[in-house]
């Protein structure tokens, strides 16, 4: 399947309203799920233009956005500069062309990436492996949608997921106290042109701290 052009809508991606309203809906959501402090440094995978990163880098001692966009990452840095933001580092990085993710992590955050990714597997594993003892995995990402959100599905692999699938994952990956939540919803036209409300859902699940 052919990959989606990230670069080429990057300079209009936050024009569009409905996006910025998800990326603080989810970081809502998800701020009264964990409790985010000074203390702990943050990876937001699949970051794009930092919509969420922006939103939680004043609660957090450090955010490191990563994306395979360099486009994406420009147009972050550019919002870091102009902001005078110190806690915020980019990072491009292509799993699928073998770049390594590293680092130790207290929260590692994805959101509206995970449809995105072919093998979601292995991506789970990495994201894991970068969690510092203690530290919790967030992804938010659609629920089962029948292929009717994108106006066009290309690069996109996944038509949504089951909550509870994506929860018995986290659990049988090793984290505990896994747990789901209603994170956002979206209300659009669908292919058909019919409103119709699209729900986002979130799962965290934290790493044994020893």
């Known amino acids: 399947m052919e990959q989606r052009d990230f670069n080429g809508e990057a300079a209009t991606w936050d024009e569009v309203p409905g996006r910025v309203k998800v990326a603080n809906d989810i970081a809502d959501a998800l701020l009264k799920e964990i ?15 930092g919509l969420l990163t922006l939103r939680l880098s004043p609660l957090a001692r450090s955010v490191t956005g990563v994306d395979s966009s360099t486009g994406m990452l420009d147009i972050l840095k550019a919002k870091i500069e102009k ?45 894991i492996e970068v969690l510092a ?58 292919k058909n042109s019919v409103l119709r409300t699209f729900t986002v859902f979130g799962v965290i699940g934290c790493k044994r701290k020893t």
């Open 83 to 127: 902001n005078n933001i110190r806690n915020v580092q980019t990072r491009h990085l292509d799993l699928e062309r073998g770049d390594e993710l590293r680092g130790s992590y207290d929260l590692v955050i994805s959101s509206m990436t995970l449809h995105h990714v072919r093998e979601t597997g292995p991506l789970l594993e990495r994201l």
């Open 35 to 49: 409790s985010l402090t000074p203390e702990k440094d943050v990876l937001d995978f699949g970051c794009g233009t």
């Open 133 to 190: 003892p203690g530290g919790c995995l967030c992804i938010a990402d659609l629920d089962l949608e029948g292929g009717e959100f994108h106006d066009d599905n290309t690069g996109v692999f996944h038509y949504g997921f089951d909550r509870g699938m994506l929860c018995s994952a986290f659990s049988q990956a090793g984290l505990e106290n896994s747990r789901v939540f209603t994170a956002a919803e979206i209300v659009k036209p669908a």
